[in-house]
């Protein structure tokens, strides 16, 4: 009787030891740091970073740290500065817009949480929270957003929730639909509605194609495109985009109307150059006037310059913008950028012709927050831009939220 005690007892020890063993196990942690987030074109891909980087390497550079929990599951992402929190960089991509994410499993949910550089609940396109709804397998179903008081919410691309299936050949349909109800585009400007998604093996987006809104037809929307076929290299960068009609024939189209865009990459990840091809592979200017777009970087990461420049390498006026490319400058940390300025060919001030400046620069206080940003003609002074009449804008961060005012270069308040 005494032994069969023994018995017991020592097998509810044992359980509550592999318990807490598992428990444990659960709450371990572990973390990796990449230069860069891979592309995306739709929230349902993982979490990921491509480009690994040392933390030794790391410490000036801006990158992203992933905290990943024993699932192998993201649960934290950060973009880091010696070790600090700052503003996402030119480098982001179409989806991240928060320079902090916390990301939570529960109750057959993922949510993710966003915050600033601060630790301060932040907007991430139009949202505080994205909520996705995961099936048994722990497959994304659907998407919806939150507001900052956990009230449903569109994003700033006119969304209301994302709904996805997975087929029997792996194939993700993508639909979504704005608040009454009706499908939605992709983004603003890219009329894709339901989608058929594949993915290679790696989880990159291989293949994207716009079955309308009736989700039946593979369908050429009104910019001459049906499919885009994407590209990458072993680094998990995506290095070219190709345009096909609804007939599976190459084509030139979407926003740049061009059939291939083709893309270089520094050691880092950085897209170097840019540029595009019609049907046939010849080099064509891409819709909004670039043929060779050349790009530099400093050592923090960030973007110092970029250029357009003609078939023989010389740098090129683009005509319909005024420029032939722009400057960048940051503070002595290269956390902050701090101007942004046109120049021509021979590198003359000039002023962006949709605009009606030459550079605009920024200004910060001591939380590294901008405090003011001022448009500028070429000789230093205010200017008004043409598209908007702002000549300069105040932030206010002395209440519960921020107060944004516009001004004229006379110092009258633009609404």
């Known amino acids: 009787m005494n032994f069969r005690k023994l018995l017991i007892s020592t097998m509810i020890t044992l359980a509550s030891l592999q318990s ?25 891909a993982d979490l990921k970073g491509i480009f690994p980087i040392s933390e030794k390497l790391a410490t000036g550079r801006k990158h992203y740290l992933l905290t990943y929990d024993s699932l192998d599951r993201v649960i934290e992402v950060k973009f880091l500065q010696h070790g600090k929190t700052v503003p996402l960089n030119i480098n982001k991509n179409v989806v991240t817009h928060a320079p902090h994410i916390k990301i939570q499993f529960k109750e057959g949910k993922e949510i993710r949480t ?32 939150e ?10 691309w006119n969304i209301y929730e994302y709904q996805w299936t997975i087929d029997a050949k792996g194939t993700v349909i993508e ?6 109800g009706l499908p939605a585009e992709i983004r603003p400007g890219f009329p ?10 790696r989880g990159y987006l291989a293949m994207m194609e716009n079955y309308g809104k009736d989700c039946k037809t593979l369908t050429q929307n009104n910019m ?14 995506m290095y ?11 084509a030139k189209g979407n926003g740049p109307n061009v059939a291939t865009g083709v893309m270089e990459h520094d050691q880092y990840g950085n897209t170097t150059r840019e540029y595009y091809l019609d049907e046939l592979g010849n080099q064509i200017h891409n819709a909004y006037g670039w043929l060779n777009s050349i790009a530099t970087y400093d050592d923090h990461g960030n973007m110092t310059s970029r250029f357009n420049h003609d078939h ?20 002595a940390h290269g956390r902050n950028r701090t101007s942004l300025s046109y120049y021509d060919d021979n590198k003359k001030p000039v002023k962006h012709k949709r605009r009606g400046y030459h550079s605009v620069k920024h200004y910060y206080n001591d939380n590294n927050k901008v405090i003011k940003i001022e448009f500028l003609d070429t000789q230093g002074k205010l200017t008004n831009r043409v598209d908007n009449g702002i000549a300069y804008i105040e932030y206010d961060y002395s209440g519960s939220s921020v107060k944004r005012l516009n001004y004229d270069k006379e110092r009258v308040i633009i609404k």
Do not use: M
């Not at 507001?147 to 700033?156: A, E, I, L, W």
């Not at 894709?192 to 093996?201: A, S, T, V």
């Open 114 to 145: 966003f915050f600033d550089e601060l630790g301060k609940p932040a907007l991430s396109n139009g949202a505080y929270k994205e909520v996705f709804e995961l099936n048994n397998k722990g497959e994304r179903t659907s998407l919806y957003f």
């Open 312 to 331: 023989s390498g010389f740098k090129k006026i683009i005509q319909n913008l005024g420029y032939s490319g722009y400057v960048l400058t940051y503070d």
């Open 20 to 44: 807490f063993a598992n428990d444990f196990k659960l709450n371990e942690t572990y973390q990796k740091r990449y230069s860069q987030l891979p592309f995306r074109e739709t929230p349902f």
């Open 175 to 180: 639909q979504r639909f704005n608040e009454q």
């Open 240 to 250: 070219s985009w190709n345009v096909y009609d609804a007939k599976e024939n190459r």
């Open 147 to 156: 507001d900052k008081n956990g009230n449903r919410t569109s994003s700033n």
């Open 224 to 237: 001459n495109a049906a499919q885009d076929k994407l590209t990458y290299n072993k680094y998990g960068f």
């Open 192 to 201: 894709f509605y339901c989608l058929k998604l594949h993915y290679d093996q």
